[in-house]
């Protein structure tokens, strides 16, 4: 059964420091993964996903992420943290074709 | 072009009552699923619908149901509330809903059940 594991519920990082959100899917077939970031009281936003292209994805506003089958992993980054980045991450993988099954989130925070 | 929009934006409820959420998709878009999400928790699958039909269905029980109609917009019924049942309830559309499609999400429907 397809899963994703976040781990760390809350990263701190410096404004201009890097970040990093970890996420550790499990799946019986090759994968699609998403990273979403959800604001205070909105929606969801797609930042970037795989699709079984490129390993390394880019994504918007500066983040990328990289599929590494040996290791199972799809970690998100961003060279440098900007104070807007703030907000909820969530990783997730595709279930039975269509459905999203999304990690348990990651809170973003970023101090000046 | 607009995007996802629900309604209504919150609603309070008491235990035992019926609720009706609605969700109108992206023009073009074909599939809408539904997703719950409980405070500090990821979203949950519930109900994906293409074409008017019912694609998928997530572990949730029979009080919970949906249907989308022939412009594609949907609504999802949720009877004999609990309040286990108080959670931001998404709406997501893509164009075909096939698994490389990108789900675009509303800003969701706040349910409180007192």
């Known amino acids: 059964a397809q899963s994703v594991t976040q781990l760390g519920s809350h990263v701190s990082v410096s404004e201009g420091a890097l970040v990093l959100l970890r996420c550790n899917y499990s799946s019986s077939v090759p994968p699609y993964l998403f990273w979403y970031v959800q604001y205070p009281n909105q929606g969801l936003q797609l930042l970037l996903k795989?699709?079984?292209?490129?390993?390394l994805v880019k994504g918007i506003n500066g983040f990328e992420a990289e599929f590494k089958k040996s290791e199972t992993s799809f970690h998100l980054t961003k060279p440098s943290a900007h104070m807007s980045d703030a907000a909820e991450y969530f990783c997730a993988v595709i279930k039975a074709g269509t459905a999203l099954i999304f990690g348990k989130g990651t809170t973003l925070s970023v101090s000046s | 072009d607009a995007g996802v929009t629900q309604s209504p934006t919150h609603l309070i409820k008491t235990r035992g009552q019926h609720v009706t959420l609605r969700c109108s998709p992206i023009?073009?878009?074909?599939?809408v699923s539904w997703y719950q999400q409980v405070l500090g928790q990821g979203p949950q699958f519930i109900f994906q619908?293409?074409?008017?039909?019912?694609?998928g269905r997530g572990n949730f029980p029979d009080r919970f149901s949906a249907r989308q109609f022939p412009n594609y917009s949907s609504e999802l019924n949720v009877n004999a509330l609990l309040l286990g049942d108080s959670a931001l309830y998404l709406c997501?559309?893509?164009?075909?809903?096939?698994?490389?499609?990108?789900?675009?999400f509303g800003p969701g429907t706040r349910l409180t059940v007192l």
């Open positions: 795989y699709t079984s292209a490129a390993t």
């Open positions: 997501a559309s893509s164009l075909d809903g096939v698994a490389t499609d990108t789900q675009y």
């Open positions: 619908y293409y074409e008017k039909e019912e694609r």
């Open positions: 023009s073009g878009h074909k599939s």
